[in-house]
């Protein structure tokens, strides 16, 4: 299994910054995801479809969305098995709610996937409510 606990996400005004959190655990992330595939950060808008935002793999590389370039960062801290996604000079458009995912191997896919930076994602979290007021 996989676990997730969100925090972060809550209401800020256009231009303002939040931070938020993932921490994961559970028997498939420690035995066969922990430093070998990527984290990712998605997000989804009432009546759309979900967007991937921000990947970090195991080297420390990420990827980026074009719309969030320059304002997001995404960062993982290993010791505590917990994914970041900073979230500065937000917009009205940033509102969604947020999830995490795991990359996944083929064999280990449980549930809907979304492809992001090339990569399959599953074992979604929760999700954080993030909402932008103009």
């Known amino acids: 299994q996989v676990q997730w606990a969100e925090s972060g996400g809550g209401s800020v005004q256009a231009g303002g910054s939040l931070r938020l959190s993932c921490e994961v655990s559970g028997y498939i992330y420690m035995t066969y995801i922990k430093d070998k595939y990527a984290l990712g950060w998605f997000r989804q808008q009432p009546g759309k479809e979900r967007e991937g935002v921000a990947a970090?793999?195991?080297?420390?590389?990420?990827y980026y969305t074009d719309s969030v370039k320059g304002r997001f960062t995404i960062s993982q801290d290993n010791a505590k098995n917990t994914l970041y996604l900073q979230m500065n000079d937000l917009k009205v458009e940033d509102t969604a709610m947020y999830s995490c995912?795991?990359?996944?191997?083929?064999?280990?896919?449980?549930?809907?996937?979304?492809?992001?930076?090339?990569?399959?994602?599953?074992?979604w979290g929760p999700g954080t409510q993030v909402i932008v007021a103009s």
């Open positions: 970090i793999d195991v080297d420390g590389n990420t």
């Open positions: 995912a795991i990359e996944t191997p083929p064999d280990l896919v449980a549930g809907p996937t979304e492809i992001m930076w090339g990569r399959e994602f599953s074992y």
